[in-house]
């Protein structure tokens, strides 16, 4: 199987399975338990707490365990509302991910203003206009920082500079950045990021808020006094530990790993392009995160591409992977204002450090035949 769908999530490293398998084995006490054994599980969460902090450049007490990104962003969104009530403006963009576009609807029909401030055909945000946007009675700005279908990144520092002078709360998605990218969050002007393990060789359903030092937030789970009281209930331990570790080996060999994918990626967009030209690469001319790349085959359906790489044992995703299996071309490129026929069959490719050049190799050359056989079956020319 070659597995290209490293933005729906990453293959845990076998480091982090082992360790996660002799946590769930061994350290079962529950870390608020007195006695020494709960202590012994508690100080293996504090150490994990370090390992996250450290890949954001955050300290210990800033790193709030979660359930995953998803949980993270309602955390934030929700909690730093609550927390600031008097102010009613939120601003943000069409092109975040479902979790953030969901909290937003329902916020919005709490009498919420929510202001969605557009991006271009390669993705990119009018500062000008997103400086407009946030006014004085902004609570809240919630932004990506790299794209989970294009890997378009948005300048970060920029745009949390504007809505910070505003007096707004700022915060980042960074789950699919985080890991992959540096991060340093005491150089930018943000006060909440969010984060998930799975994304970056860690275990599923354990991620993580940055909380700056003095940021009002709200818990949205509420029980006991876990998490300095953010959120309540017994700690996910082998998640923490996992995500401790991914953390630190993604830290580690960040450089080393970003040049070699970007390599990787950078051989596949141009082997695909001289051998499928009416292929188009989303986004290309802007920053994108080196694990991305969403290729526009004109006038043919991103499913039926899928199924037929899925039968020539390749994993790829059509927009992100909450919204494949609609019909619907992905939100984003909507957004984006690309034509219909070109999103209609857009599919994303994510690498992780555990492609190889054999296997781009290996589905550029696949490909060509597959497209052209399903342009018969479509009965017209591609474009
Ligand atoms: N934000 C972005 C940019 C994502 O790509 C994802 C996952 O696809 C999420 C948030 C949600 O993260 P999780 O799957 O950990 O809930």
Redesign the pocket.
């Known amino acids: 199987m070659i597995y290209f769908d490293n933005?729906?999530?990453t293959i845990p490293l076998p480091e982090v399975v082992e360790v996660m398998g002799a946590c769930l084995r061994e350290d079962y006490a529950n870390p608020s338990s007195v006695h020494q054994f709960g202590q012994s599980v508690r100080h293996k969460i504090e150490c994990a707490r370090e390992q996250v902090a450290a890949l954001l450049g955050a300290t210990p007490r800033e790193v709030i365990f979660t359930?995953?990104?998803?949980?993270?962003?309602n955390l934030a969104i929700r909690g730093a509302l609550q927390s600031n009530p008097s102010r009613r403006r939120i601003v943000t963009t069409p092109v975040?991910?479902?979790?953030?576009l969901s909290v937003m609807e329902q916020l919005a029909a709490t009498g919420y203003e929510v202001i969605r401030v557009g991006v271009d055909q390669e993705g990119r945000i009018d500062e000008a206009e997103w400086a407009d946007a946030i006014t004085e009675d902004t609570a809240l700005v919630s932004l990506?920082y790299?794209?989970?279908e294009t890997g378009v990144l948005f300048d970060v520092p920029k745009l949390a500079t504007i809505a910070e002078a505003k007096g707004a709360i700022v915060h980042i998605?960074?789950?699919?950045a985080a890991g992959k990218i540096p991060i340093v969050v005491e150089d930018w002007p943000v006060h909440l990021v969010?984060i998930?393990?799975?994304?970056f060789h860690g275990p599923?359903?354990i991620?993580a808020l940055y909380v700056k030092r003095r940021t009002r937030v709200s818990p949205q789970i509420v029980g006991g006094s876990q998490e300095r009281l953010l959120r309540g209930g017994t700690e996910n331990v082998a998640g923490i530990v996992g995500m401790g570790l991914a953390s630190k080996v993604a830290l580690r060999d960040m450089d080393r790993v970003a040049n070699e994918v970007r390599q990787m990626r950078g051989a596949f967009e141009a082997s695909l392009i001289g051998s499928v030209p009416f292929a188009r690469v989303v986004a290309s001319t802007s920053d994108r995160l080196h694990t991305t790349s969403n290729i526009a085959f004109g006038r043919l359906q991103a499913e039926a591409i899928l199924i037929l790489l899925s039968e020539a044992s390749v994993c790829a995703s059509a927009g992100?992977?909450?919204s494949s299996g609609s019909l619907e071309p992905s939100h984003v490129l909507q957004a984006m204002g690309i034509d219909e026929s070109l999103a209609h069959g857009a599919i994303r490719f994510s690498f992780s450090k555990f492609n190889t050049p054999g296997e781009i190799d290996e589905v550029v050359s696949l490909l060509p035949d597959l497209l052209s056989r399903l342009t018969k079956l479509s009965g017209g020319a591609a474009s």
């Open positions: 933005n729906a999530t359930s995953g990104g998803t949980e993270s962003i975040e991910h479902t979790a953030t990506l790299a794209n989970n998605d960074a789950v699919q969010s998930s393990a799975h994304k599923k359903g991620g992100s992977a909450c």
